[in-house]
Each structure stands twice: as C-alpha cells, then as structure tokens.
C-alpha cells in the first residue's frame, strides 16, 4: 500500500511561483509513475506531469510545458511540483498519484493510478 499526502497549495497572483510536495509513505520505488494531476470546478482531472519512476524520465501537458517542474528526493519518497508563472486558468485542486508496479500505458491515463492523494488547493487571481 502506498499513502500520499499533498501540501504547499495556496492563494498567489498571477505570475507568481507555487512549490507542491506529496509525501508517499509505503512501497514507493516499486511504482512506475508517479504523478500530478488537477481538477477545476466542472471540469474533468487532467495530468500536468509524471516522472517515470525507474529512469527518471518527466512528462508534461503540453499547457504546462515550460513553467512545471516534477522532480522527486533521492529516496522516491517526495515528489514536487514546482509550478512558476501561474495563471488563472491553473486555478485547481492538486492530486499526486501513483501507479502500481508497471503501467504501459499513457502516463496521463487515470485508469492506471491506483494510489490519490487526498489533494491540495491552488487558487490563482490576475
């Protein structure tokens, strides 16, 4: 079992920086992605980044591209997101997950996260 725990959401203005942290307690290394997703009011959850948890390889929405950061600690037990010039329209709440040992499929898939955080809220004004 892998529990996940997320912090570091908040209020900024536009334009400024976020550092997200998801805290796994468990079986991490054997899990082959892990994960930020978000969700808007109304809207459908949608991935913003993954690392691949065996080669260390990140992967982006194409949104996102340029201004997130995943990165994990050396011991695969902290995950961040380091989120600069936010906009509005990244206003959602934030959810780390992770997937079980092997997933072949898209990183961005939900249906191959098995693990979710309880997730974190990110509030952006302009």
């Known amino acids: 079992q892998v529990q996940l725990v997320e912090s570091g959401g908040g209020s900024v203005q536009a334009g400024g920086s976020l550092r997200l942290s998801c805290a796994a307690s468990?079986?991490?290394?054997?899990?082959?992605?892990k994960a930020w997703f978000r969700q808007a009011p109304g809207k459908e959850r949608e991935g913003v980044a993954a690392?691949?948890?065996?080669?260390?390889?990140?992967y982006y929405d194409d949104s996102v591209k340029g201004r997130f950061t995943i990165s994990q600690d050396s011991a695969q037990r902290t995950v961040y997101l380091q989120i600069n010039s936010l906009k509005p329209e990244d206003s959602a709440i934030y959810y780390c997950?992770?997937?079980?040992?092997?997933?072949?499929?898209?990183?961005?898939?939900?249906?191959?996260?098995?693990?979710w955080g309880q997730g974190t809220q990110v509030t952006v004004s302009s």
């Open positions: 690392i691949n948890n065996y080669n260390g390889a990140a």
């Open positions: 468990g079986d991490t290394s054997t899990k082959h992605y």
């Open positions: 997950a992770a997937t079980g040992a092997y997933w072949p499929g898209r990183w961005n898939d939900l249906s191959g996260f098995r693990y």
